[in-house]
């Protein structure tokens, strides 16, 4: 089965017009509203202020050294006697 090198052409054009396209919309992203150092401070002096007492958190923390590793679960919350325990440390 032959191809038709118009046939070949217009494939190759369809192609290159669609890469074209798509690297565009990739380049033409929208500016944030507002700064992002100023989203880090609102966001903090949001977090800072506000009145949620049983708020919680956990996460993982975990360091690799040339000596070995290392990981930690960080946890935040009502103890349960209902005291708060921030920041405890569990290795």
Known sequence: MKSDPSQIRMILTAVLATLSLAASGALAE???SI?????VRETVRNEINSNNDQAKFMFREHKITPKGSQTKLVV?????GGERAPGAVHE
């Open 30 to 32: 929208e500016q944030p």
């Open 35 to 39: 700064p992002p150092a100023q989203l």
């Open 76 to 80: 935040d919350g009502a103890a349960p």
